[in-house]
């Protein structure tokens, strides 16, 4: 049986990749759609052509992660594809955040994104892949978005040295580096603060940035980075020094008070 794993996919990035996924990959048999809301995943599930199989479960609870890659190897399952799109963010200055939502952020973004990797490769074969939710956030370390930024460019960090890994296994991992895109992301992240006003002017609609990460994941390429004004970030980080960008965010966020 080969299928799809899906995590996050009751709303947001997740669903448009099980979304626009479902309209080819006829080589697939089932979609495996993991979330929290088993009802948000039911009417997801609902519109899908494809067979789908609902995990309504933590990916932070080893318990449950067991649970699932028990049902792997009871069916014998190739996994085909892996899209972890699973997280959240927090805004505000560190020193105010509540230390268990700042900590169940980097369970999720970083712990549970790696265990489920990890479980998911033996099931893996030749031509399969592995698309990571990153971020552009992961490009730079990011004021006031300090944990939320650390945790994406772990996921960026840990997917570009792992595609490495796997490239002569022929299974190959993309990071997808979107910046802000138009998703229930920010109704969680924007508790404590604000995005700048700059970022909103840069800030897309999800089908755009899966419709790239998807052809990027095609082509075998180990990043996905949506919008010109992101790539001009992306590529502004990569040769300035660190304290340049950050001294001018900060400076951005200082004026905005």
Not at 8 to 34: H, R
Not at 42 to 68: N, P, S, W, Y
Not at 81 to 110: H, P, S, T, W
Request: net charge positive; with cysteine; glycine share 6%.
């Amino acid at each position: 049986m080969n299928v799809i794993v899906i995590t996050g996919a009751s709303s947001g990035i997740g669903m448009e990749f099980a979304m626009q996924m479902d309209s080819y990959f006829d080589s697939v048999d089932e979609f495996w759609l993991i979330a929290r809301s088993r009802g948000r995943l039911q009417e997801v599930a609902g519109v899908l052509r494809h067979k789908t199989r609902i995990f309504a479960m933590d990916v932070t609870r080893k318990d449950q992660m067991d649970g699932l890659e028990q049902e792997l190897d009871r069916l014998n399952a190739v996994v085909r594809i892996l899209v972890n799109c699973a997280g959240y963010g927090v805004m505000g200055k560190f020193a105010g955040q509540d230390r268990e939502q700042v900590l169940g952020m980097v369970r999720l973004n970083c712990e549970a994104l790696t265990d489920m990797t990890s479980r998911m490769l033996p099931h893996m074969r030749r031509n399969s892949r592995i698309i990571q939710l990153a971020s552009s956030a992961a490009f730079l370390p990011q004021p006031d978005f300090a944990v939320y930024a650390a945790s994406k460019a772990y996921v960026h960090s840990f997917s570009r040295a792992l595609g490495a890994e796997l490239k002569k296994k022929g299974i190959f991992v993309t990071s997808v580096c979107p910046g802000p895109v138009n998703t229930p992301f920010f109704d969680i992240a924007e508790k404590d603060g604000t995005i700048l006003s700059v970022k909103k002017y840069t800030m897309v609609e999800a089908q755009r940035v899966v419709a790239l990460a998807l052809r990027d994941a095609y082509y075998r390429h180990p990043v996905s980075v949506c919008s010109l004004p992101i790539k001009a970030f992306h590529v502004v980080t990569k040769f300035l020094p660190q304290r340049v960008p950050i001294a001018v965010v900060a400076a951005m966020k200082k004026g905005k008070r």
